[in-house]
């Protein structure tokens, strides 16, 4: 615990609840009372003593006095916290303002600074909202009932550890980075641990709950991955090039290892008889093509949602280098698509993009209707392409990661209780159901979340803020929504008074990428919800594109 929590005596000099929108950043501030920050939600980074630091939801950072602090926000989504500034009976006595500056300050402070994970984060926010709305009291009575709740306050934070999986953490993300980095060469996993200062059986079990997979199988699903980039280019090497550039010295083993890990071998999977193959749909049916080991010459972009060159999401970006991105955010014309020199063209009917003239007369196109799930399109799919054997091994990696990651996500789903996931748009409130679209059905049959039981609709409801206030869940996660309409929402007294919100399980994810209708979309999806709900920083866990 702290040694700014050691003293006798305290008094609040203030409380504050801030609600600051993505992308803002704060200011470099000196402090002249010791701070506690409580992060509700939000993410961000926060300089303290020249080091930087994550901001993650549910924690509590204290910091000594006199402390240049410099903060920014992550431009997904908005920070909610509590700023509490306090005295203590014994603290150092504030050195001359003309002694310190941003530049000198982290030569007269100590590093006294820590981070705790809130467990009992449900019991913590309600004394910060009731410390809060007794502000400005000026009856004794109103002092000494704020006065306990704070030593109440201090009692609870004193039975909780500091983050000490914070600096294994690290350990483990630096291993991951040189993994990353060298994968190429004769890497020796064995020498990982000492690296992250760990045992050997330490790291592994720290490695695991991180990736989700242990080392050696997390490097070989890297350099596959790697490999398949290299197999899908025009221009590619010769398979004892590729295999050596991935880090496998030997041509036969990387083969054996390939077709063990995508059930055919490196020559099949470079598809060089497949035909060229062109997609038109609001779906990202490359995805799916992407997966059965077909790499499309032209597929649907997004360049409003998708803040990448081409408009794809960026865990499909470095597969589709040299595919033509096709704007699906407005009329695709035939002429277009054709100027891709597609074999087959493959259709779907959608917004702006009817089934009709110019396209019925393409001989070369084959049309698709809309089918109920992910499984559904990826067994048509395989069938269209004549890699029916392939589709099984699809589906089936899929769900295994489901099962892994259900059990990972056990004790967030328990710690989250009765769900209802939303979503916030201009003048549109989005209440989505327990069944029948692919994310709630992600999310809660998959994953192992628990849906409301008020929640009987299917897919989703429109205009159903009062369906959520009779509600009243546990928790509320909140996908797909634009951060000012967010905070509109959070303005309200009437969101105030959610029991979700009083207990500080509001989740607010980075979503916008997240694509539960296709393989590869769907792993990224699940990866992304686990990083989130287990504090792991995103870019720590590769997607593996198989």
Known sequence: MSSL??????????LKRHYINGGEEIQPFRLKHPLMMFVLSGEGKLELHGQEHSIKPETCWIVEPHTWIKASVSASQPLDCYLLEFNGSTLPAEPSPDDITPDTANLRVSNETVCIKLSG?????????????????????????????????????????????????????????????????QLQVGRLPQMANLTPSAFCRAFKKITGMSPSGYLTELRIRKAKELLLQAERGTL?????????????????????????????????????????????????????????????????????????????????????????????????????????????????????GAWLSASNTVFLEGLDGWKDYVNLLSGVLGRENRADAVIGRVLDIEQNFRSLLEPAAHKAGQLAIIRVLPGEFRLFGSKGHAL????????????????????????????????????????????????????????????AVRAGKVYVPNSHEWDPWGPLGREFTIYDCARYFTGTQRGSMLLPTR
């Open 5 to 14: 929590l050691k003293h006798s005596l305290y008094s609040i000099a203030s």
């Open 121 to 185: 984060a449900s019991s913590v926010i309600p004394l910060l909202d009731q410390m809060s709305a007794l502000e400005g009291g000026g009856f004794s009575s109103v002092y000494f009932r704020r006065m306990a709740l704070f030593y109440e306050l201090l009692h609870l934070l004193s039975q909780m550890p500091g983050d000490q999986n914070e600096s294994s953490q690290d350990a483990i993300q630096r291993t991951i980075h040189y993994m990353n980095s060298h994968f190429m060469e």
């Open 440 to 499: 709630s059905e992600l999310i809660y049959e998959s994953l192992g979340f628990h849906a409301h039981p008020g929640i009987r609709h299917s897919f989703y409801k429109s205009g159903a803020l009062e369906d959520l206030l009779q509600l009243d869940p546990d928790s509320i996660l909140v996908l797909w929504s634009q951060p000012k309409e967010l905070l509109k929402l959070r303005s309200q007294p009437f969101w105030q008074e959610l029991r």
């Open 240 to 356: 004892r090039e590729i295999a050596s550039s991935v880090g496998f010295n030997d041509e036969l083993y990387f083969s054996r290892i390939f077709k063990k890990s995508e059930g055919m071998s490196p020559t099949a999977y470079t598809g060089k008889n497949t035909k060229r193959i062109a997609i038109v749909s609001h779906l990202f049916l490359q995805d799916h093509l992407l997966a059965l080991g077909v790499k499309p010459v032209a597929a649907p972009a997004f360049p409003s949602v998708y803040r990448t060159p081409s408009g794809f999401p960026s865990y499909l970006q470095n597969s589709l280098h040299g595919t033509k991105p096709l704007n699906a955010e407005g009329p695709i014309s035939v002429a277009d698509v054709q100027s891709t020199s597609p074999d087959l063209i493959i259709k779907m009917d959608f917004a702006g993009n009817p089934t009709d």
